[in-house]
């Protein structure tokens, strides 16, 4: 194989990789931007609170500042 043509696999190679590292973000900010979307909805912040998903966050707390207490050890 010459020099140029190990290259040119290279930087494919690298090429690819920044495109799939690029789709991975762009998929997971436009993830967090739909969450947004649905959580600003009234209706879907009233439910939630009739589930109690601020109840559940509240008492797992203490467990996860245990956890990175123990840690950090």
Same mark, same amino acid.
């Given at each position: 194989?010459?020099?140029?043509?190990?290259?040119?696999?290279?930087?494919?190679?690298?090429?690819?990789?920044?495109?799939?590292?690029?789709?991975?973000?762009?998929?997971?900010a =436009?993830?967090?931007f739909?969450?947004? =979307?649905? =959580?600003?909805?009234?209706?879907?912040?009233?439910?939630?609170?009739?589930?109690?998903?601020?109840?559940?966050?509240?008492?797992?707390?203490?467990?996860?500042?245990?956890?990175?207490?123990?840690?950090?050890?």
């Amino acid at each position: 194989m010459s020099p140029q043509m190990s290259q040119k696999a290279e930087n494919e190679n690298s090429e690819s990789v920044n495109k799939d590292t690029l789709f991975l973000l762009g998929g997971v900010a =436009l993830c967090v931007f739909g969450a947004g =979307l649905v =959580l600003t909805n009234p209706a879907v912040r009233r439910y939630l609170e009739q589930f109690g998903l601020g109840n559940v966050m509240q008492g797992s707390m203490p467990d996860i500042e245990r956890y990175f207490r123990i840690r950090a050890m």
